[in-house]
């Protein structure tokens, strides 16, 4: 797939994730009575927020390389990080609460605690949440580059998202589900920023320019990349023939990205040429196997 359908999938996971979660969320601001404090209410709300919305940002690396069980995975994994996310989230927001209602009460500005100091405040909850949703994947896959991307997109993402979220309960109409808007506001939010700050810190892309998974363009945005047609790889290409299990492998170091054959028994040519192991520049073309594929910057 392309990376731009990889970014309207990320887009679609948020909006499904924000949808998810509102109905939840309803039930517990209907329960707020029942909850032995304002904190713990605060806290059951974060964690059933960040539940689901981690559990379909979770899913995605799964859906990319088309591996189901890695979307399962990916969801166990996304689903426990955003519960926990969302209730130190939220809880940091209230924090911030206080911190920022002394300095607007302090000046005798209720109505400015009311419209500026109260959803910042939350804000600032919706984007620690995101920071630990966006960084999920990463958890996961135990990749350093992946967390660093996923909270930078998560933190911006859900600054905004959740300023959003907040503000529409404010001057959204009463009929409209403002709730519902907002929470589809701030996954969409943490998707784009992912997104774009996934494709900012990239290496590159490979594109498949033969077989079964012509088109299909695989992200650069791990230290090592392997390459072959198990599963277990980041770049799985299962369809082709005359390569092993783990055929190859790409690591960057300094900038530079280096190819690796593990597998002498199956060439790897770059540029038609059989290497062992050969620093790659943009537009070379490897041959893995069967598989041709076009090393790009976007």
């Known amino acids: 797939m392309s990376t731009g359908v990889r ?9 499904l994730g924000g949808a998810a979660a509102w109905p939840l969320a309803e039930l517990v601001v209907a329960s707020q009575a029942r909850f032995p404090s304002y904190l713990f209410f605060i806290a059951v709300l974060g964690a059933a927020v960040g539940m689901l919305m ?39 927001g209230q924090a911030a609460l206080f911190l ?67 503000y529409s309960r404010l001057y959204l109409p009463p009929a409209l589900p403002s709730r519902l808007i907002g929470l589809i ?14 494709r900012s810190m990239a290496f590159g892309t490979l594109r498949v320019l033969n077989g079964r998974l012509k088109g299909k363009e695989f992200i650069l945005n791990e230290g090592r990349v392997r390459i072959g047609r198990a599963r277990r790889n980041q770049i799985t290409l299962e369809p082709y023939e005359n390569l092993a299990d783990r055929q190859a492998q790409i690591r960057f170091r300094k900038g530079e990205a280096v190819l690796t ?6 060439p790897v040519l770059v540029n038609d040429r059989p290497v062992t192991e050969q620093r790659l520049k943009y537009e070379d073309v490897l041959k893995i196997g069967s598989a041709k594929l076009f090393y790009q910057y976007e």
């Open 7 to 15: 970014r309207l999938i990320l887009l679609c996971l948020g909006i």
């Open 54 to 92: 981690g559990a379909f940002f979770g899913s995605a690396a799964g859906i990319f390389a088309r591996v189901g069980s890695r979307i399962v995975a990916g969801m166990l994994v996304g689903a426990l990080v955003g519960l926990i996310g969302g209730l130190v989230g939220l809880l940091i």
């Open 100 to 166: 920022i209602g002394g300095l607007f009460l302090g000046l005798d500005s209720y109505r400015s605690f009311q419209t500026i100091g109260l959803p910042i405040a939350r804000a600032v909850g919706w984007a620690f949440l995101g920071v630990f949703v966006g960084a999920a994947e990463g958890l996961r896959a135990g990749s350093g580059k992946k967390i660093g991307i996923g909270l930078i997109g998560g933190l911006i993402g859900g600054l905004i998202g959740g300023a959003v979220l907040e």
């Open 185 to 198: 506001v701030l996954g969409l939010a943490i998707g784009l920023f992912y997104g774009i700050i996934e």
């Open 261 to 266: 054959n593990l597998e002498p028994k199956h």
